[in-house]
């Protein structure tokens, strides 16, 4: 069974701060990964998308980045703020079936002004 | 105003009832995803559909059937064979293999 795992579940940091939120999976035989941030009530948002092929990816404050042999993904978020405020999931698709995505639980982020 | 509409925002029906959600999307992609997610939990997929006419069962498909009969649509039926119901729906798109992802609004069901 395919496992993607975000830990922590939850995270509260002071604004200002740079954070890593975490994201591993079981199998590095990966075909992409995408960062999503949600709001409550709301579907997602994607922010960043990283092919196999791709260290990182960058888009803003944001930067994400994929270890495929150690199966981690981390979105790299600097100087934070308190519209930072969300719940950050990832997605892995595998080459074997790409058309599927697995979703992590989720890193509930809470920045305080 | 391009993207993915989902309607209602919020659906409430009784136990028994057979229900459709509604997920229509100009953004031309051809994939179209259907997910459930419970809080505290990640999104679990329900069905997906690669082209017109033709949809694969996700990991938990059973009391949900939906149809593909136009690009732009793609709606699911939360039947009554369903047991827990209540729960916030997402559709997405994708426009090819090496392509992200896009998501919908939601729709909150309630089923009481």
């Known amino acids: 069974k395919q496992e993607v795992t975000q830990i922590p579940a939850a995270l509260s940091v002071p604004e200002g701060e740079n954070l890593v939120l975490n994201c591993s999976f079981t199998?590095?035989?990966?075909?992409?990964l995408q960062w999503f941030r949600q709001d409550p009530g709301k579907g997602l948002t994607s922010l960043l998308l990283i092919q196999s092929s791709q260290r990182e990816q960058t888009s803003g404050r944001l930067n994400a980045s994929l270890d495929k042999s150690s199966g981690r993904s981390t979105l790299y978020i600097a100087a934070s703020q308190p519209g930072d405020s969300a719940t950050y999931l990832c997605a892995v698709r595998y080459d074997y079936n790409f058309n599927k995505f697995y979703f992590g639980s989720g890193t509930k982020l809470n920045v305080k002004p | 105003d391009g993207g993915i509409t989902q309607s209602p925002k919020y659906l409430f029906r009784k136990e028994g009832q057979n229900v459709t959600l509604s997920c229509e999307q100009n953004?031309?992609?051809?994939?179209m995803y259907w997910y459930r997610q419970d809080p505290g939990q990640g999104l679990r997929l329900i069905y997906y559909?690669?082209?017109?006419?033709?949809?694969q069962k996700g990991d938990i498909a059973e009391g949900y059937s939906v149809s593909r009969e136009k690009k732009e649509s793609f709606p699911l039926t939360v039947t009554s064979a369903q047991k827990n119901p209540t729960a916030f729906y997402l559709c997405?798109?994708?426009?090819?293999?090496?392509?992200?992802?896009?998501f919908g609004p939601g729709t909150r069901l309630t089923v009481t």
């Open positions: 559909s690669q082209i017109v006419n033709d949809f």
């Open positions: 997405a798109t994708r426009q090819g293999p090496s392509y992200e992802q896009y």
């Open positions: 953004l031309n992609h051809d994939a």
């Open positions: 199998d590095s035989a990966i075909y992409n």
